[in-house]
């Protein structure tokens, strides 16, 4: 157990804080502590009823059943690896527009699901993070399933795709690449490489609770910078430790690397 709390302390806060709630909010269904009914998103129970909660539980709780168990195992795993990767790495030090990004992707699929009658929200949500990640490592060449490797730049479609064989749907995955891409355009593409103006910026009250833990202006000045992508071996997790023992879904390769 000391080793499995370990692991736990060792991952970021904000990714902590989200894998734990991703944990105990479907365990909560699942042991009928709370009838999921009450967790799920019913937009006219929001608007009707004024369920304000259901938008955020919503997003922490998936259905863990014999068909459902394996795809939300994924994408746990998903949620912890690439949000380790992002917080430790480009939004390393940065914890308040970390906290920013997750809230407009957030805000972004809750509008999404209340237009589209979506019940849950945990999947989008992760994959736009992933999404976000895979656009700061582009070049990286990653390892999938049978061997595949291909760039990074491709890993949210090529799970977009495997979601859908094993889950039968795809609504949730393009949903989170979507509000992924929105985010990265808005607050990276269109200022810094178009020449645009700026659209997003982290509001100032976020920095108070969550300063920076570096030198230098709040906010992103310029693209943050990418961290070399080191060889992982099968398996291993990437920027947030424990990862021995674990798949090695989309993990990154040098390009060239052997």
Request: net charge positive; with cysteine.
């Amino acid at each position: 157990m000391s080793d499995i709390g370990d692991w736990f302390r060792s991952i970021p806060f904000i990714t902590r804080s989200w894998f734990a709630a991703s944990v105990a909010v479907p365990l909560i269904g699942k042991l009928g502590l709370i009838d999921f009914r009450n967790l799920i998103l019913i937009p006219e129970m929001v608007y009707s009823r004024f369920h304000l909660w259901r938008p955020v539980t919503a997003t922490f709780y998936f259905p863990i059943t014999p068909n459902t168990g394996f795809l939300y195992l994924i994408n746990l795993y998903f949620l912890y690896h690439y949000s380790t990767r992002l917080e430790t790495g480009a939004f390393d030090g940065k914890p308040a527009d970390y906290i920013f990004m997750l809230f407009f992707n957030w805000i972004c699929i809750v509008i999404t699901a209340m237009l589209m009658n979506m019940r849950l929200m945990m999947i989008p949500l992760i994959m736009s993070v992933l999404y976000v990640w895979a656009q700061f490592n582009k070049d990286t060449v990653v390892s999938f399933w049978f061997g595949t490797r291909f760039k990074a730049h491709y890993l949210p479609w090529v799970i977009l795709a495997f979601n859908f064989i094993i889950g039968g749907s795809f609504v949730d995955e393009l949903t989170g690449n979507l509000v992924g891409h929105l985010y990265f355009f808005l607050m990276f593409k269109y200022p810094m490489d178009l020449g645009g103006r700026s659209f997003l910026t982290t509001p100032e009250f976020l920095y108070r609770y969550f300063p920076n833990r570096r030198g230098g202006v709040s906010g992103f000045g310029v693209p943050p910078t990418r961290r070399p992508a080191a060889q992982e071996q099968p398996g291993g997790g990437g920027g947030g430790g424990g990862g021995r023992g674990r798949h090695n879904w989309g993990q990154g390769f040098r390009l060239g690397g052997e």
